[in-house]
């Protein structure tokens, strides 16, 4: 049985066989085409159907409970169902003996009915209150989940990390906090408390308690494995450069698989509003401009594959052999490096602490809804965090942007500066840096000082969202190819020398425009040394790499 069932469920329960089948059979006669009956001979297996219908996201229309049974009765079982499903609607089996139980049901457990046994002729007294109860439960139904369902805390960092993962490879999920009665429900469910979090739920009802990206990935529909050793062609890094070289490397014939650490679209993938990027004149976000893009380079051919590490790269022959995090490796004719570039982390007094709780490296889009009339503390000057600050500006009640220069025209496109100083919310603070924060459990105060003065102030504030530095993903590179000072890959001209070609080079021609110092291996995006760090730049490099790609293959 799997994802959410189309009907909703009525649950009978009696430890008598006879009474269980009949009351299952008159029950599945009447309403079998539209809802789903399940029948349960004991307490303690109607609660476990229970709690999977709960985890599987299903929803209990009716229960009809025995009142005598040995270990659990009916009101006790009844008052268990309620705890995960409070507007299903609640009968009671009982004997005339029992009328007395079951009218102090009533206020126990909020019991919709009780009926008397044998309820025979069905016709007259089983199915006029069967009929009416349904009815009501319509009216206020409990409400399918065949989403993704998470379980968590707001200032807790693996729930955060979760959320984060979640959001931006783009896997539709439902936020429930575990100190609200949903959350609750589900956590009681699974047989966790709130200090087991985050639990995941998945569509098809599997419980995931605190897992890591790899199994989240693989139970959310996310590809990680390969479905061949060898390729044309791997690109490792999912943003814009590397989504634009596995869509013309596909369209093109070439096999292709795109390896992702962690999530497609990068930096941009993160962005609330990118209005500067070619052909959307209303502006795009960076989770539907990657969607396209992975979707397209889908419909092309191209393999995508989720939270798998790249650690290392080495030439055998013609072929470039990609090893990854688990020991296994890949091979292809040639490999595009478009991994991208991270936020650099804030080195000040107890900020660490706060990493997934109150502070933040990016991800504007996954914590808006929870800074709503808050102080949000934005650092950064460059397009990023202004995009970020006027996401912001909807939800938070006021917006700091920290900057340690003069003022955002330096870093910022002019657009983005104008939208900023038109929005009444939004406080910019020249001359200014974070140099601690504090709090109990999650971020509740930062010190701010002025770069001139070196003054300091302390101020209130939940959440810090940085977007700072650039540094590049190449450490497992360091003695592959031939990097910067920075760590940014050289390519092309970058690599020769008074005219000389870089060491170890074998080929009679030079380094085409972006290969790097091992042939057959190319760069394209912010990873490249001196690229122009731009969303347009970064696809026209993708697309740049695979012409080369090409001219390559033809040589070999």
Not at 237 to 254: D, F, K
């Amino acid at each position: 049985m799997g994802g959410v069932a189309a009907n909703p469920v009525i649950l009978t329960v009696d430890d008598d066989p006879a009474v269980s089948r009949a009351v299952a059979r008159d029950v599945r006669r009447r309403y079998g085409e539209r809802y789903r009956v399940v029948r349960a001979a004991s307490p303690e297996d109607a609660l476990d159907a229970v709690r999977e219908l709960k985890l599987r996201g299903e929803r209990l229309a009716l229960v009809l409970a025995d009142y005598r049974m040995p270990r659990m009765d009916g009101i006790a079982f009844l008052e268990a169902v309620m705890d995960l499903f409070p507007l299903a609607r609640r009968v009671l089996l009982t004997a005339y003996a029992d009328t007395g139980a079951a009218i102090e049901a009533i206020n126990v457990v909020d019991l919709d009915h009780y009926l008397l046994k044998p309820w025979s002729p069905p016709e007259e007294n089983l199915y006029p209150v069967v009929d009416g109860l349904l009815e009501a439960w319509l009216a206020t139904p409990d409400p399918a989940a065949s989403e993704t369902r998470v379980v968590g805390h707001r200032w807790s960092a693996p729930s955060f990390a979760v959320r984060d993962f979640l959001t931006r490879n783009l896997v539709p999920y439902r936020w429930l906090p575990a100190d609200e009665p949903e959350g609750g429900r589900l956590l009681a469910a699974a047989g966790l408390t709130p200090q087991d979090v985050p639990l995941v739920v998945t569509a098809d009802g599997k419980s995931l308690v605190a897992p890591d990206e790899a199994a989240l990935a693989a139970h959310v529909g996310l590809s990680t494995s390969p479905a061949a050793d060898f390729y044309d062609l791997v690109v490792v890094g999912a943003g814009p450069a590397g989504l634009g070289a596995a869509v013309y490397g596909a369209s093109e014939g070439l096999r292709t698989v795109l390896v992702e650490r962690q999530a497609a679209g990068g930096q941009a993938g993160q962005s609330s509003r990118i209005e500067n990027y070619l052909g959307f004149p209303d502006g795009v976000s960076g989770a539907q401009l990657t969607d396209r893009a992975r979707r397209q380079a889908l419909r092309f051919g191209a393999e995508i594959l989720s939270t798998r590490e790249v650690t290392g790269l080495e030439a055998a022959g013609s072929g470039r052999v990609l090893r990854f995090g688990d020991g296994s490796t890949i091979t292809a004719h040639a490999v595009v490096l478009a991994t991208g570039v991270s936020y650099r982390r804030l080195d000040a007094p107890g900020l660490a602490d706060f990493a997934g709780a109150g502070l933040f490296y990016g991800s504007a889009t996954t914590e808006a809804m929870n800074c709503r009339d808050e102080e949000v503390y934005i650092v950064g000057g460059a397009n990023s965090a202004g995009q970020a600050a006027v996401h912001f500006s909807h939800y938070a009640r006021q917006v700091h942007l920290l900057v340690r220069g003069p003022d955002l025209r330096r870093s910022m496109s002019h657009y983005l500066v104008q939208q900023i100083e038109g929005i009444g919310n939004i406080a910019v603070h020249p001359y200014t840096e974070v140099a601690g924060g504090e709090g109990d459990g999650h971020l509740e105060r930062l010190v701010l000082r002025d770069t001139r003065s070196g003054g300091g102030r302390t101020v209130e504030a939940a959440s810090l969202f940085v977007f700072i530095g650039a540094e590049p993903r190449t450490e497992w590179l360091a003695d592959v190819v031939e990097r910067d000072p920075r760590g940014f890959v050289l390519t092309g001209p970058d690599l020769l020398s008074g005219g000389r070609r870089p060491a170890g080079w074998t080929l009679h021609r030079a380094p085409y425009h972006l290969e790097s110092s091992v042939p057959g291996v190319f760069a394209a995006g912010d990873v490249r040394a001196d690229s122009v760090k731009r969303v347009a730049s970064a696809v026209g490099e993708g697309a740049m790499a695979v012409s080369l790609v090409h001219r390559y293959l033809e040589a070999q």
